[in-house]
Nanobody, 124 residues
Framework: QVQLVESGGGLVQAGNSLKLSCAASGGAFTPYLAGWFRQAPGKEREFVAALRWSVGTTYYAGSVKGRFTISRDTDVNTMYLQMNNLNSEDTGVYYC?????????????????WGQGTQVTVSS
């Protein structure tokens, strides 16, 4: 059973950076896709970024493209989200997730495993 654990969230001022980590455990970790989603208070969970685990192809939501970078280290089964130039609209709980079948990278309902989330708060 895959377990995902996020870390690295916190309180940061607008314009600053934060790096999230997502560590996978529970055996061999070879998902088709792994990604980050976020949920702001009173809003639905939304796609942030994803990558094809085997080849490293990346995908981004338009709102974060150019500011966020998703990456992974296959040696330690860990995925990262480097977030630069943060603004108040980036505030929310950030979740990492993985899916082990071919499909849409942005649909949260198609991901099989989820972490517990880490809070990111950007103060203006």
């Amino acid at each position: 059973q895959v377990q995902l654990v996020e870390s690295g969230g916190g309180l940061v001022q607008a314009g600053n950076s934060l790096k999230l980590s997502c560590a996978a455990s529970g055996g061999a970790f070879t998902p088709y896709l792994a990604g980050w989603f976020r949920q702001a208070p009173g809003k639905e969970r939304e796609f942030v970024a994803a990558l094809r685990w085997s080849v490293g192809t990346t995908y981004y939501a338009g709102s974060v493209k150019g500011r966020f970078t998703i990456s992974r280290d296959t040696d330690v089964n860990t995925m990262y989200l480097q977030m630069n130039n943060l603004n108040s609209e980036d505030t929310g709980v950030y979740y990492c997730a993985s899916r082990h079948s071919i499909g849409s990278y942005s649909r949260s309902d198609e991901y099989h495993y989820w972490g517990q989330g880490t809070q990111v708060t950007v103060s203006s």
